[in-house]
């Protein structure tokens, strides 16, 4: 028997926009607003509402926690 079928984020977003009632549109404008001088100012990311805003230019491109360590470029092997 086949496992749980995979949940994208998309319909993940999209259910809790039209089940739950969750204002897409107002979450997008509330995250715009909070890195509105990062982006001004060419910043690679934001500390805010304890969570990190990573931009590219001037569109946020994901939101990851706080304590995150991104990991060494070659993934941590030695040569």
């Given at each position: 028997m086949p496992?749980?079928?995979?949940?994208t984020?998309?319909?993940v977003l999209r259910y809790l926009e039209r089940a739950h009632?969750?204002?897409v549109d107002a979450v997008r404008a509330h995250i715009a607003?909070?890195?509105m001088t990062a982006a001004e100012l060419g910043a690679l990311a934001v500390?805010?509402?304890g969570?990190?805003?990573?931009l590219a230019g001037r569109t946020?491109?994901?939101v990851i926690r706080r304590q995150w360590?991104?990991?060494p470029p070659n993934g941590g092997k030695t040569s």
């Open positions: 496992g749980k079928p995979t949940v984020d998309h319909a009632g969750l204002d607003g909070r890195a500390k805010i509402e969570v990190r805003f990573v946020v491109v994901t360590v991104p990991r």
